[in-house]
């Protein structure tokens, strides 16, 4: 499934394998915005990425809306709106994440939980369950943070990895669901990838890992400079790089995995 999101208009999800797609309303959020200043107001507090993820014991599928509160009025840290596609509307959890998130890091889906990165001193994981609908802290990330501007979380071969950008080096971190600990995967040599691909201030985001069957699988990353769009291969046993993709436009990369399910 794939999830195209406007705060402002109806979101639309759709299964390119089937050609089916359904559109949703935006979440109540719309109206808070609506109430004020638009432009002004968004410039101000950044407006909440959408999350959306399968609920792995139904098989629903749920589109997330995960925001700070306190700028906006309300006394709770966060409010979080769950869209239903059973009775057509959002609904607000309670209780809401204990903890602030950082809002401009896109919330990443893993084996049926959305996670954000916290907004604390030391910066945390915070997991919502699909299923149950209830919020926890995974763990604190293993390593000290100097500036939230340099981190990237995703999902690598459904597991939950974080990176940072720490010149000359940026480490991916597997988390591992059973023992609830944190693993080193890939190690990137920043002076290698930029030399060749221009130095990255913020850090490269890991999208998939390809040739599995190998002990040392290579890694694909995304890595976003001004006007310009990459995608990259990296060989850990070589320790290269080389380009698969570039562009002029910037944007996203996302894996697609063919399926030929629908929402209901």
């Known amino acids: 499934m794939i999830c195209f999101y406007n705060l402002y208009k ?38 909440p990425l959408l999350g959306f993820g399968k609920d792995i014991i139904n098989g629903t599928y749920k589109p997330v809306c995960l925001y700070n509160s306190l700028e906006r009025g309300l006394r709770n840290a966060t409010t979080c709106e769950v869209f239903d596609f059973r009775t057509n509307v959002w609904k607000y959890i309670t209780p809401s994440s204990p903890y602030r998130i950082i809002a401009f890091h896109d919330p990443v889906y893993v084996d049926g939980s959305l996670h954000w990165f916290t907004e604390c001193k030391e910066i945390k994981v915070l997991s919502l369950d699909l299923h149950t609908e209830t919020f926890q802290v995974i763990s604190k990330v293993p390593f000290d943070i100097a500036n939230c501007d340099n981190i990237a979380m995703c999902n690598l071969d459904n597991r939950l990895c974080i990176s940072e950008n720490k010149w000359p080096d940026q480490v991916v971190w597997s988390f591992d669901s059973c023992n609830k600990k944190w693993h080193k995967m890939f190690t990137l040599d920043l002076n290698i990838f ?69 929402i209901l």
């Open 10 to 47: 109806s979101g639309i999800v759709v299964n390119p394998a089937t050609r089916w797609h359904r559109s949703f309303p935006p979440p109540r959020y719309k109206q808070v915005i609506l109430d004020k200043s638009s432009s002004e107001y968004s410039s101000v507090f950044p407006l």
């Open 194 to 262: 930029s030399h060749g691909f221009g130095k990255h201030f913020l850090a490269v985001s890991p999208v998939a890992v390809l040739e599995k069957k190998k002990k040392n699988g290579k890694l694909l990353l995304s890595s976003n400079l001004i006007y310009k769009q990459q995608m990259v291969v990296h060989d850990p046993e070589t320790k290269s790089y080389d380009f698969v993709f570039k562009s002029k436009n910037s944007g996203n990369h996302v894996c697609y995995f063919e399926s030929l399910v629908s």
